[in-house]
């Protein structure tokens, strides 16, 4: 069996004139195609009249599924394999991309994932896929039984928390093909879930062989960190909420009807996506429209800043990337505070759609509502919903970096001169105890002891929150430049690795190309390489080939020893 291999892009030869495809279905997941004709060319439809319309969600993915019809082969889709569209994205100018994921002979494919990139007539032009190469297995029955991945998987939870008693521990194994290491394995993914000593969620995916029982990898699956508000950490802030009666509701019905709830100190008891207990998420409420004293005391205001966070944040992917809440489908999520007991984590959760802060505990961390932290949390939400990065190795750094550009960017568009905007993360919920300024320093991530300013084949070993170092660095250099400055009231230092002179863009195009990147480039298995590969077609796309902007991206990688 061939090899595969993680890739960039799929471009095709000379256009033949193609077959009408053959066969194509529907899937309760989403739009699935099973091309039987492996034509290794490019279906063109009309091209439309420049007076017409935009393309819509429906245009972009029929024109892909005609697309991948005629281009199976060279897409690496067979007969065993079923398609489902994911996201979709149109440019101003037409141009469509449509992600998909895969299942091969109907089990999850992970590393299957690809982007059809078309032009604005439709006509296709490539595709960035996860994994090349033939993604077959020789069979998808197992040997090691589910039972028994299980059992391995709950030892393998257990021995991420030596030292900690877990109650409450289930785990649910789910067959499944993996191509993201290597030659394509047939494999358990244990999704493995306890609680510790104070009822504080715990949880991990264990990827097991299915036949010779060997971990191939294992993540942690927690994804750590018009009235008005008296905030903990933003000072007054404003908030749209809803009168029911007379009584004012902590719901804003102009973003999604975002809420926030009270968890009443309570926490989940989840088995995989099927929660059997939630913790609750108690609406607030509040007499004038003026909620919460400022003081941590006051259960309404960590609330007020748990809101805030979720508005400010809806309101940047909005205004700024034109993306319509967290999935780009108008609803909106919720969050629930006052989680567990001095509880030290805040963390968003796909299967409820919501945001859940702890309190901490109140000697390392505060609670947990600042606003780089919603930012953060919530970018997590955007993530899964395109690209869709690996929660482990060079992926999983990036899926974290990812949240800390966004974060930031969020705080910086908030201009609340209660917390204005920096480079540090975390840097309002650190307590003395816990014995640095914040959780980490994207001009110089190294000052925390244990993220990479650089990159190096090490890095893809290390805790995915300190492998995201080396993005971070660069998209600090990206918008600021290397050297001394003072930002917010900080001190920042911008090191290159390289000791060469990286002169910045600002942040508003380091947003730009980082959501353009994630959005249309990048996939479940997208490496540092090829970030950089993504995030200077970005900038090609965005500011043209010769531009100042993509030389400043090439030279920000390298400056991070990238490339």
């Given amino acids: 069996m061939r090899r595969p291999t993680t890739a960039t892009r799929s471009t095709p030869p000379a256009p033949k004139t193609p077959p009408a495809p053959t066969t194509s279905h ?45 281009l199976a ?17 149109v440019d101003a100018d037409g141009s469509q991309h449509v992600r998909y994921d895969r299942t091969y002979r109907q089990l999850p494919l992970l590393g299957g994932d690809f982007v059809v990139h078309l032009a604005p007539d439709g006509s296709y032009r490539s595709a960035d896929r996860a994994v090349l190469g033939d993604l077959a297995v020789p069979t998808v029955k197992p040997s090691l039984s589910a039972p028994k991945a299980a059992n391995l998987a709950t030892a393998a939870l257990r021995a991420a928390n030596l030292g900690e008693t877990l109650r409450k521990v289930v785990a649910t194994p789910q067959l499944v093909v993996d191509a993201l290491h290597g030659e394509p394995t047939l494999a358990w993914r244990t999704q493995a879930t306890g609680q510790d000593s104070l009822g504080n969620p715990v949880a991990r995916v264990i990827l097991t062989d299915a036949r010779t029982g060997r971990q191939i990898d294992a993540w942690d699956s927690i994804e750590t960190a018009t009235g008005d508000g008296q905030s903990l950490y933003s000072g007054t802030v404003p908030l749209q909420t809803t009168l029911s ?88 999520s919720y969050n629930r505070v006052h989680y567990g007991t001095d509880y030290n984590n805040a963390f968003w959760d796909d299967t409820c759609f919501c945001m859940t802060y702890g309190d901490g505990d109140g000697t390392t961390f505060g609670p947990l509502v600042s606003l780089d932290v ?53 840097e309002k919920i650190v307590k003395p105890g816990f014995g640095k300024s914040a959780l980490r320093y994207m001009d110089q991530p190294s000052k ?70 994630l959005t249309v480039y990048m996939t479940s298995s997208t490496n540092y390489a090829g970030a950089r590969t993504a995030t200077l077609n970005a900038a090609k796309d965005l500011y043209g080939a010769g531009s100042a902007e993509y030389a400043a991206v090439g030279a920000a990688w390298s400056a991070v020893s990238v490339g």
Avoid at 28 to 50: D, E, N
Avoid at 285 to 312: E, L
Avoid at 392 to 420: H, K, Q, W
Wanted: charged share 15%; with cysteine; glycine share 14%.
């Fill in 26 to 70: 529907r899937s309760a997941a989403g739009i699935a195609v099973a091309a039987t004709a492996l034509l290794a060319g490019a279906l063109t439809p009309t091209a439309a009249a420049a007076d017409q319309p935009l393309p819509g969600r429906a245009d972009a993915i029929r024109h892909a599924q005609t697309a991948i019809a005629s």
């Fill in 73 to 89: 082969g060279q897409l690496g889709i067979t007969d065993a394999q079923s398609t489902a569209v994911r996201d979709v994205v």
């Fill in 245 to 332: 009666g007379s009584t004012y509701q902590l719901k804003d019905a102009t973003r999604g009807s975002t809420y926030t709830g009270d968890a009443q100190n309570k926490t989940d008891t989840c088995l995989l996506t099927i929660c059997l207990e939630r913790a609750p998420a108690v609406l607030f409420t509040d007499a004038d429209n003026h909620w919460g004293t400022g003081a941590a005391s006051d259960r309404a205001t960590a609330a007020v800043d748990a809101q805030y966070g979720t508005d400010t944040t809806w309101d940047y992917y909005k205004n700024v990337h034109g993306r319509n809440g967290i999935a780009g489908d108008g609803k909106g």
């Fill in 374 to 426: 919603a930012g953060h949390e919530m970018s997590h939400g955007v993530t899964s919903k395109t690209a869709g990065l690996t929660y482990s190795r060079e992926p999983g750094g990036l899926n974290e970096a990812t949240s800390d550009i966004f974060g930031t960017l969020v705080e910086f568009y908030a201009a609340n001169a209660s917390d204005p905007g920096d480079w540090l993360i975390g």
């Fill in 448 to 517: 925390d002891g244990k993220s990479a300013d650089c990159w190096s084949s090490s890095v893809a070993g290390l805790d995915v929150h300190y492998s995201s170092g080396v993005a971070n660095h660069f998209a600090y250099l990206l918008a600021e430049g290397s050297g001394p400055k003072t930002i917010g009231g900080v001190l920042h230092n911008g090191t290159t690795c390289n000791g060469a002179a990286v002169n910045g863009i600002g942040r508003d195009k380091l947003g730009k190309i980082w959501y353009r990147a």
